[in-house]
């Protein structure tokens, strides 16, 4: 759709684009935000959690929705995630509550020195 300017479902060339998607804040009913491909929760510089210790969150990404007029079809898009493995996980979950990363890289791509065999 985004490419073709054309829905793939009904053929409908009447198309909204919301660059960025937005959602409510949580903790406000007058605030929105755009919706973000990936958010991790980051301790404060400094090594080891302690007890009331800070976080910090670390987003990057957000999303753009193509929508047809016609027949209410969507994609979905990613864009800015140039720093999407920067929130990629190598530590499995820890003891002070860090849920962990989200995000994992599912790399397909057939190794450079060709196939094992």
Known sequence: MRRSGKCPKCGGKRLWVVDPIAQPDGDSSNQVHAMRVATRRLALAGGALTFGQTWERAAVGF???????????????????????????????????????????????????????
């Open 63 to 117: 999303f753009v929705a193509y929508v047809c007029e016609g027949c209410g079809f969507s994609e979905m898009y990613a864009r800015d995630i140039e720093d999407l493995a920067d929130l990629e996980d190598t530590v499995p979950h820890d003891a002070h509550g860090d849920p962990g990363s989200n995000v994992e890289l599912l790399d397909t791509q057939p190794p450079k020195d060709g196939p094992h065999r």
